[in-house]
């Protein structure tokens, strides 16, 4: 009888729609790079049905999954434990399944603060934060955890950018300051990095954050989430000034090495990663 193995490990992720999903194109490029025998199966699953999905992963033995939209939140409620910064931003997006116990984290922020690393450090740093969703809440938390002295949350509906404002203070060292966003916002003098963490500019190359880019100086770093297209506008206007940039290519890139490392403690190659996100971000806007 052979001694090989026809059993591959298991992992995956579950949101709806998820079609769209290149997750399941890099991390699988990143198994094969680095001779694992992993799967990474795309699963669209209702809100009804996150339960059983759950329960499906625990029964076939996965080694874990990411959570998108809808389930960050709700997902929370099927977990045996949390880890700590997942319980402030009060969402999860991977989930690691070990001797049958389920532990929540979240990577979001993680992918980020890696990505931004590469530059700076966030430590005693000014920060700027445009929107209040989940990415924004995320990030906030990771960078006050690591040591940001001042976070402005800026957003339309100020009570959101309250709430992360609040949590910063209550929770963390971090100086937190909720902004109201009505018009084109001006960037506050001495701010070490800008974030735009809103959904403006996915897929739309033309589209920027209302931003008086004339209250922007080449000392601030600006980062933007959005991975497709990996240089927005927003970015490229930001180089134009002399400012040093990120692209939210590097956060999603690090959000999956990083949840590999919670799973299968091994790294994936980021560079084969990050070449494969490239490639089909850059046929999708030709």
Known sequence: MSEKSFRSILT?????PCADNPTVAMIEA?????????????????????????????????????????????VLDHL????????????????????????????????????????TSPADKKVVILGAGGAARAIAVELALAGAAHITIVNRDASKAEAIAALLREKTDAIGQAQAWSGKF????????????????????????????STLTKDTVVADVIPNPPQTRFLQESQAIGCTTLDGL???????????????GRTLDSTVMAQTLESIFGTENK
């Not at 009060?90 to 389920?102: F, M, P, S, T, Y």
């Not at 506050?188 to 931003?211: C, E, H």
């Open 186 to 213: 001006s960037v506050p003098a001495g701010t070490d990095i800008l974030i735009n963490a809103t959904s403006i500019g996915l897929g739309d190359p033309k589209a920027a954050p209302p931003i008086d880019m």
């Open 12 to 16: 995956g992720s579950f949101s709806t």
């Open 30 to 74: 990143g198994y094969h790079h680095a001779g694992l025998d992993a799967r990474y199966i795309n699963c669209d699953v209702k809100a009804a049905a996150l339960a059983d999905a759950v329960k499906g992963a625990k029964a076939m033995e996965w080694v874990g999954f990411n959570c998108s939209l809808p389930h960050k939140v709700a």
């Open 80 to 119: 045996d434990d949390i880890a700590e910064s997942a319980r402030l931003i009060g969402a999860v997006n991977c989930v690691a399944i070990r001797e049958g116990k389920l532990i929540g984290h979240n990577t979001d922020g993680k992918g980020f603060l890696t990505s931004l690393k590469t530059v």
């Open 250 to 264: 590097g956060m999603l890139v690090n959000q999956g090495v990083i949840g590999v490392e919670i799973w299968l």
